[in-house]
């Protein structure tokens, strides 16, 4: 089955304590991207990757980190969580070059930093 | 950067009943594309429907439709025969044609369906 792996699926950690998201995909995709869902503001985008070990800024990336040394994992890793870091995660992966592909969600990451 | 407007935070309706969730962007690209997508209470991401913005006709899938007015940058979703697996939050999301897959998306409606 398609789809897009997020672990853990709830996580509540407290301030400074190193932590990483994981996310894998197993449909060969090239495009990945983590958002982060708060109320009232919809989804924003926090990092992206077009490809192994290329990866870019988002709206929102200050406080995280990003590596893509396989194409099918891309872990967002919080180095110091912060309580302002307490949001819903959500890692979303597309094929390139189909320009009207939608993107495959995984099932989210609820993170509580206190 | 693209911005995407959802107005309205929370709608209801009438089982069986259609309602209409309003969304508008802003925007200097004339090609793209927009997508709205169904959260439910389990927190998936589904994609409902989606629209080029090159296509004049407005896409369709099943109960879900939408009014695209490219020159009022105005993107509504028409749910009819509104149905209890539809209460969800819909999100209205802008992707420009480029290599840039970025999603902007709004802040979300809130639909609840009465039985």
């Known amino acids: 089955e398609a789809q897009v792996t997020q672990n853990p699926r709830y996580l509540i950690t407290v301030t400074g304590k190193k932590l990483t998201v994981t996310c894998s995909q197993n449909?060969?995709?090239?495009?990945m991207s983590w958002y982060r869902q708060d109320p009232g503001l919809g989804l924003r985008q926090i990092y992206y990757?077009?490809?192994?070990?290329?990866?870019d800024k988002g709206d929102v990336p200050e406080g995280y980190k990003v590596s893509r040394k396989e194409k099918r994992n891309f872990p967002l890793i919080l180095e110091s969580p912060s309580p302002n870091q307490t949001s819903l995660y959500f890692c979303a992966s597309s094929l390139l070059g189909i320009s009207n592909q939608p993107q495959h969600f995984g099932d989210g990451t609820r993170l509580s930093i206190l | 950067a693209q911005t995407v407007t959802q107005s309205q935070p929370e709608m209801s309706v009438q089982e069986a009943e259609t309602v209409t969730l309003s969304c508008t962007y802003d925007?200097?690209?004339?090609?793209?594309?927009l997508f709205w997508y169904k959260q439910p209470p389990s927190r998936q991401m589904i994609l409902v429907i989606r629209?080029?913005?090159?296509?004049?006709q407005n896409a369709t899938e099943n109960r879900f439709s939408v009014n695209f007015q490219k020159a009022a940058k105005s993107f509504s979703l028409k749910i009819s025969d509104s149905q209890l697996g539809d209460a969800a939050m819909y999100f209205c999301a802008y992707r420009r044609r480029s290599n840039d897959y970025k999603l902007s998306f709004g802040a979300g409606t809130t639909v609840t369906v009465r039985a």
């Open positions: 629209q080029e913005a090159y296509k004049q």
């Open positions: 925007t200097s690209e004339s090609d793209y594309y």
């Open positions: 449909m060969n995709h090239e495009y």
């Open positions: 990757s077009m490809n192994v070990e290329v990866t």
